[in-house]
């Protein structure tokens, strides 16, 4: 009897292929099933959105994935994860796992590796194994206060609409309208100033530098006369004047007697008066003084 039949044939390679229809599976989901990885536990309080199969990282380059995951009934609220890493990993003392997420949504494991490189993890050890925070764990922790802003928000934004809706505003805005028209029309005074000033400029200029001409040519003859000379004249002429001053208040000369001696003022005031009264009398009495006779003259009796 012949053992290959056609039904021993089928069965083979129905087999085979349920054999590489797993193999396959396990090789997408990133298992192999002839991995010589060392194994490794990780204890975690919550793992959310992790599943087997998911990749395993250290340093951000890929060491191994999670073969399974396994709720710890013996210790309640504990979750095992399996990790299978190269063997060439060698894990220090100390280190940590955590759950981490990308922008995608995609679940990793990363292990943060401990700072003793001479104490090494075993394989079969346990690591202990945290959640990152995440960007939804952080936005969900924010919520509280997102949701305590919403009432000031909606009264801001009332306050907002009824600023908007005020007709002062309008009014305010018509006049900024005008206020920038009027600036742009002093920018332009000021622009056609500025291009008379740019073309007087160099008539300025020239005037200028003949000021300076002359302040520079003003300097030279003030530097050119003989201060010295000058001021011993100012002081020879100081001290005249103090000497005339000095006669003036003492007794000598005729102004200094004046000045100074009572009853020669007196003596003059009198004259004057008498030569007063003479002119008044001549004035009054001119035949007393002055005789005019056509014969001749005749003898007083």
């Given at each position: ?6 039904e ?37 309080s919550?793992?959310s ?36 890493m190269?063997k ?6 100390g280190s940590r ?6 922008l995608?949504?995609?679940?990793k ?10 104490n ?9 194994g ?15 206060s ?7 928000m909606d ?13 002062a505003l309008r ?15 002093t ?9 008379s ?23 030279a ?10 001021t ?5 002429t ?11 208040n003492?007794?000598?000369g ?7 001696d009572a009853s020669?003022?007196?003596?003059l ?10 002119l ?12 005019f ?9």
């Open positions: 009897m012949k053992f290959f039949t056609k021993v044939k089928i069965a083979l390679v129905s087999i085979l292929g349920i054999v590489v229809l797993f193999c396959g599976m396990q090789f997408l989901k990133g298992l192999s099933m002839f991995s010589n990885d060392d194994s490794y536990y990780v204890t975690f919550d793992v959105g992790l599943s087997a199969s998911a990749p395993v990282y250290a340093n951000g380059y890929k060491v191994g994935v999670v073969k399974s995951i396994v709720y710890d009934y013996a210790s309640q609220g504990k979750i095992v994860a399996v990790v299978g190269d060439q990993m060698r894990v220090p003392k796992a955590e759950i981490a997420s990308d995608l949504g995609n679940i494991v990363n292990i943060v590796l401990g700072t003793d490189p001479l090494i993890i075993s394989k079969g050890d346990t690591i202990p945290t959640k990152e925070m995440g960007m939804m764990s952080k936005i969900g922790e924010l919520m509280p997102v949701e305590a802003m919403l009432p000031k009264s801001i934004l009332n306050s907002l609409n009824t600023l908007l809706s005020d007709p009014n305010t805005l018509h006049h900024v309208e005008g206020m920038t028209g009027h600036l742009e029309a920018s332009q005074e000021l622009q056609t100033l500025s291009t000033l740019n073309r007087e400029m160099p008539t300025m200029m020239h005037k200028a530098n003949g000021v300076l001409d002359n302040t520079q040519q003003l300097t003859n003030l530097s050119a006369i003989d201060v010295a000379t000058m011993a004249k100012v002081n020879q100081l001290a005249n004047v103090e000497q005339m001053t000095a006669k003036l003492s007794n000598e005729t102004l200094g007697l004046l000045m100074r020669l003022y007196n003596s005031n009198s004259t004057v008066q008498s030569a007063d009264s003479l008044v009398d001549l004035k009054a009495h001119p035949k007393r003084y002055v005789h006779s056509i014969f001749g003259k005749s003898d007083k009796k």
